[in-house]
C-alpha cells in the first residue's frame, strides 16, 4: 500500500542539512539570476573579487555560506536578501523547508510592495 | 523464470503533487539508482536531495535535473545530476503517475540507473533502457505494490482480474 506514515523531512537531520537546503535554494536563485543578465561564473568572481575556483565551489557546496555572503553574492548580481522565519503548520518539519522561490513569487503577484503602505 | 523488481519510495521527502522512488531487480545489481543513492556521501547526498527537492517542489533547475521534453522517444525520462570528484553522475528514470484515476497531475519519478556522465550529450541507450523498463509489466507490479491504483488501472486495461501468481 501506498505509504501514508508521516516521516520526518531530511532536512530535520540536523541543522546543517536544513543549513544546506536553504543555502541550496539561495544557490539556485542566483544560477537563474546568472542565466536571465547574463552573467557568467567568471564575471562574478571579477565582481566580488574572488577566483572562479572560489565560486564554483560555492555553487557545488553551498552548505558554509554565511549570511554575509548571502548578501555579497546578492549584491554583486543586483539583488537583496530577505531573511525570513514562518510558521507553515509543520513544527515536526516532515515537508522540509518552503522553498524560497515561493516567498519571491508571492511577493512579485502581490505587487512587489517596499512597505506595509503598498500592502 | 524472469526476476522480480521491487519499487521503493525515497525516504525523508514530502510527497504532495510528487513522488521519487526507486525500482530494483532483486536478483541483478543491474538497477543501480537505489544502491547509488543510499551510499552518496554527505555532501553529495545532500546536493542530490537538495535537487529532488526542487523537482517535486515543481522549480525547473537545469543544474540539478531535467528531462527531455523535445525528444518523443524520451520525453518521459528524467535525470538527476551531481559532480563528485571531478567526475559527473546521473540518475536516469522516467515518469509515471501512479494514480491515474484519483489524482491526474501526479508525478512519480522511477529512478533506475546509475551512470557517470563524459560527454556532453547524454547516450540514448540508458534512457531507451528506462523506456523499456516503463513498459515491463514487472515494472508496473512493482509500483502498483506501493501505488495500487496504478496496477489496477494496468489490469482494467488489459481486461486481466489480477496479478500472475
Given at each position: 500500500?501506498?505509504?501514508?506514515?508521516?516521516?520526518?523531512?531530511?532536512?530535520?537531520?540536523?541543522?546543517?542539512?536544513?543549513?544546506?537546503?536553504?543555502?541550496s535554494?539561495?544557490?539556485m536563485?542566483?544560477e537563474?539570476?546568472?542565466?536571465?543578465?547574463?552573467?557568467?561564473?567568471?564575471?562574478?568572481?571579477?565582481?566580488?573579487?574572488?577566483?572562479?575556483?572560489?565560486?564554483?565551489?560555492?555553487?557545488?557546496?553551498?552548505?558554509?555560506?554565511?549570511?554575509?555572503?548571502?548578501?555579497?553574492?546578492?549584491?554583486?548580481?543586483?539583488?537583496?536578501?530577505?531573511?525570513?522565519?514562518?510558521?507553515?503548520?509543520?513544527?515536526?518539519?516532515?515537508?522540509?523547508?518552503?522553498?524560497?522561490?515561493?516567498?519571491?513569487?508571492?511577493?512579485?503577484?502581490?505587487?512587489?510592495?517596499?512597505?506595509?503602505?503598498?500592502? | 523464470?524472469?526476476?522480480?523488481?521491487?519499487?521503493?519510495?525515497a525516504?525523508?521527502?514530502?510527497?504532495?503533487?510528487r513522488?521519487i522512488?526507486?525500482?530494483?531487480?532483486?536478483?541483478?545489481?543491474?538497477?543501480?539508482a537505489?544502491?547509488?543513492f543510499?551510499?552518496?556521501?554527505?555532501?553529495?547526498?545532500?546536493y542530490v536531495r537538495a535537487g529532488m527537492d526542487c523537482w517535486l517542489d515543481g522549480q525547473i533547475c537545469d543544474s540539478r535535473f531535467h528531462g527531455w521534453p523535445?525528444?518523443?522517444?524520451?520525453?518521459?525520462c528524467l535525470t538527476f545530476k551531481w559532480k563528485?570528484?571531478?567526475?559527473h553522475h546521473r540518475l536516469y528514470g522516467f515518469l509515471?503517475?501512479?494514480?491515474?484515476?484519483?489524482?491526474?497531475?501526479?508525478r512519480?519519478c522511477?529512478l533506475?540507473?546509475?551512470?557517470?556522465k563524459?560527454?556532453?550529450?547524454t547516450?540514448?541507450?540508458?534512457?531507451?533502457?528506462?523506456?523499456?523498463?516503463?513498459?515491463?509489466?514487472?515494472?508496473?507490479?512493482?509500483?502498483?505494490?506501493?501505488?495500487?491504483?496504478?496496477?489496477?488501472?494496468?489490469?482494467?486495461?488489459?481486461?486481466?482480474?489480477?496479478?500472475?501468481?
Amino acid at each position: 500500500m501506498e505509504t501514508m506514515k508521516r516521516q520526518r523531512h531530511w532536512t530535520e537531520s540536523s541543522t546543517a542539512d536544513f543549513v544546506y537546503r536553504i543555502s541550496s535554494d539561495f544557490i539556485m536563485q542566483l544560477e537563474k539570476r546568472l542565466e536571465v543578465l547574463p552573467v557568467s561564473q567568471k564575471e562574478l568572481a571579477d565582481r566580488l573579487n574572488v577566483t572562479i575556483g572560489r565560486v564554483s565551489q560555492v555553487f557545488n557546496n553551498p552548505g558554509n555560506l554565511t549570511l554575509r555572503n548571502f548578501v555579497q553574492y546578492s549584491r554583486a548580481l543586483g539583488m537583496k536578501v530577505a531573511v525570513v522565519a514562518y510558521d507553515d503548520d509543520d513544527p515536526q518539519n516532515q515537508n522540509g523547508p518552503i522553498n524560497s522561490d515561493v516567498f519571491t513569487k508571492c511577493w512579485e503577484r502581490a505587487g512587489r510592495p517596499h512597505d506595509f503602505f503598498d500592502e | 523464470m524472469s526476476s522480480t523488481y521491487v519499487f521503493r519510495l525515497a525516504d525523508g521527502f514530502s510527497f504532495k503533487h510528487r513522488a521519487i522512488g526507486f525500482l530494483e531487480d532483486d536478483e541483478s545489481s543491474n538497477m543501480d539508482a537505489g544502491a547509488v543513492f543510499d551510499q552518496l556521501k554527505e555532501k553529495s547526498m545532500r546536493y542530490v536531495r537538495a535537487g529532488m527537492d526542487c523537482w517535486l517542489d515543481g522549480q525547473i533547475c537545469d543544474s540539478r535535473f531535467h528531462g527531455w521534453p523535445n525528444d518523443p522517444e524520451h520525453d518521459s525520462c528524467l535525470t538527476f545530476k551531481w559532480k563528485e570528484k571531478r567526475q559527473h553522475h546521473r540518475l536516469y528514470g522516467f515518469l509515471c503517475n501512479p494514480k491515474p484515476a484519483s489524482n491526474r497531475s501526479f508525478r512519480l519519478c522511477v529512478l533506475v540507473f546509475h551512470a557517470y556522465k563524459n560527454d556532453w550529450a547524454t547516450d540514448p541507450t540508458t534512457l531507451n533502457r528506462c523506456c523499456l523498463l516503463q513498459q515491463d509489466f514487472r515494472t508496473t507490479e512493482a509500483i502498483a505494490q506501493v501505488y495500487p491504483e496504478y496496477g489496477e488501472t494496468y489490469l482494467k486495461q488489459r481486461g486481466i482480474s489480477k496479478w500472475k501468481q
